[in-house]
């Protein structure tokens, strides 16, 4: 069982940078034959894989989900430093969806874990949360720069990158912008139409018993 998962492992790694679709393949391949040995390390070797490739393909939804199972596999060889630090990585993956609900229910279930909330992955992700929340951009970005954060993979490093709280105002702004623009195109454009409309209308006949009267 260990030689054909660790015959994936090597496959799938090689896989990885041509073609990852196949590399998640082989990785969730491998997880279900060391998951039927009972190998929670390797098991959650092969979640980190997964989870990577999901984030380097923008596939958040399924990264949340493999960083999720890999807290499980941790947390049943008792390894709370672990599940404590892929929370972060959980939080950030649900904060990119703008789920800052799901990013909370994450948070306040690994306060469970000991040591989790005192420590430097539960500052942080506590300080993340209420930025987000707060819809405040500026603390949010110092927040991203902490220390504990700016030491992750670089997976998560280029996620954090992309994290930003955007302004409801000035999107209201924008979006009234641009409705004020096309209102005056379509009163420019009917002014034009009108123009061409009576431009093409022939004058109207003289009439006849008015042309007699100026000849007499």
């Known amino acids: 069982m260990d030689t054909a998962a660790m015959s994936i492992d090597k496959a799938a790694k090689w896989m990885e940078a041509g073609d990852p679709e196949k590399a998640i393949y082989l990785y969730k ?3 279900a034959f060391v998951q039927q040995s009972d ?8 979640l980190t894989r997964i989870t990577k490739l999901n984030l380097k393909l923008e596939r958040y939804d399924e990264a949340a989900e493999s960083v999720r199972d890999e ?5 049943e060889v008792n390894e709370a430093g ?4 892929l929370t972060t990585g959980l939080v950030l993956i649900l904060l990119a969806k703008g789920d800052a609900v799901a990013a909370t229910k994450a948070y306040g ?3 469970k874990l000991s040591g989790f909330e005192r420590s430097e992955d539960g500052l942080a992700c506590a300080s993340l949360i209420s930025a987000y929340q707060s819809n405040d951009n500026d603390l949010f970005q110092e927040c991203l720069r902490r220390p504990t954060l700016r030491s992750m ?4 490093l280029r996620l954090m990158k992309k994290l930003k709280i955007e302004d409801e105002f000035s999107n209201m702004n924008i979006s009234a912008d641009r409705d004020v623009v096309e209102v005056a195109e379509i009163e420019d454009t009917s002014d034009e139409l009108l123009e061409q409309k009576q431009q093409a ?7 006849e018993s008015e042309d007699e009267d100026d000849l007499k």
């Open 29 to 31: 391949k491998g997880l």
């Open 39 to 46: 190998r929670s390390r390797m098991a959650g070797d092969f």
């Open 71 to 75: 807290i499980e596999k941790y947390k």
């Open 82 to 85: 672990r599940a404590g630090q």
């Open 109 to 111: 279930e690994a306060t």
């Open 153 to 156: 993979d670089n997976e998560y």
């Open 201 to 207: 209308v022939p004058p109207a006949p003289q009439d």
